[in-house]
């Protein structure tokens, strides 16, 4: 456990580092569509790492045995499919990662009154401000669409993810729901991260075969082609004037 110790540290920086763009966002969001969509996607693939939140988790709840690693991911909670995802319009897109991230939030919020009763967990604090920080950015690129975030309502029960059960569960039942309930946040986020990558993907071809990066291709491949004549490059040429 202890060679996992500089690795855990080396992802909290990363993830402070890349996160302080909240602080950014709560100021006024960025004017630069590729700049944001970099960011985002950077967002997703980190907090789709499970090192980030779920290992921590298993650690803490001593769940780290192979059997009950793999009960954590044999119920997953119902998040938004992959395809799902990538089969939603861009503005639909960004309002299912908004509002779902909001569930999780909440989620996440419950399962941090638990921890406060018995022992600390600061991955869970960052992962909780974490979500804050992607929202935030989500939020600023539905505002560069001119499609902005749709309001859910305020009770949604039965939608999206949600770790509640019917009967009171035992202790052990409640910390293995808690790790698949993380075990597929991280998986959705996942799925996210790829989705953006696609869009960055279909901007930078985009701009590849835009009229003016083609012209300007072409005026450039033409200019390389240019040399200047002998006659040309001489101190020495001359002029003859008629007599």
Same mark, same amino acid.
């Given at each position: 456990?202890?060679?996992? !110790?500089?690795?855990?540290?080396? =992802? #909290?920086? %990363?993830?402070? @580092?890349? $996160? ?16 944001? =969509? ?10 789709? +790492? ?9 650690? !803490?709840? +001593? !769940?780290?045995?192979?059997? !009950?690693? %793999? ?11 992959? +395809? ?16 779902? @991230? *909001? ?7 419950? @399962? ?8 600390? $967990? ?22 560069? =669409? ?11 029960? *039965?939608? *999206?993810? #949600? ?12 910390? =293995?729901?808690?790790?698949? $309930? ?18 960055? +993907? ?13 012209? @300007?291709? %072409? ?25």
């Amino acid at each position: 456990m202890q060679a996992q !110790l500089p690795q855990r540290a080396v =992802l #909290s920086l %990363a993830l402070s @580092l890349l $996160f302080l763009s909240m602080a950014r966002a709560a100021r006024g969001c960025s004017s630069s569509s590729p700049q944001l =969509l970099s960011q985002l996607q950077s967002q997703a693939n980190i907090t789709g +790492d499970t090192g980030s939140l779920l290992e921590p988790y298993i650690h !803490l709840q +001593d !769940l780290n045995t192979p059997t !009950l690693r %793999a009960a954590c991911t044999e119920y997953p909670v119902a998040f938004p499919s992959e +395809d799902t995802l990538r089969a939603l319009s861009k503005p639909q897109f960004l309002n299912t990662v908004h509002a779902t @991230l *909001g569930r999780v939030w909440h989620q996440l919020g419950a @399962l941090r009154q638990k921890f406060l009763k018995t022992r600390p $967990f600061p991955a869970l604090e960052r992962a909780r401000w974490n979500i804050q920080g992607i929202r935030n950015n989500v939020y600023c690129m539905a505002q560069l =669409l001119n499609h902005p975030l749709e309001i859910p309502k305020p009770t949604q029960p *039965g939608s *999206g993810a #949600s770790m509640s059960t019917a009967t009171t569960p035992s202790i052990f039942q409640t910390k =293995l729901d808690s790790c698949r $309930f993380l075990w597929s946040y991280h998986s959705f986020m996942g799925s996210v991260g790829r989705v953006f990558r696609e869009w960055r +993907d279909g901007s930078s071809r985009s701009r590849r075969h835009s009229p003016r990066h083609s012209l @300007l291709r %072409a005026w450039h491949k033409g200019a390389s082609r240019i040399r200047p004549s002998r006659s040309s490059q001489s101190p020495m040429s001359r002029v003859q004037v008629p007599r």
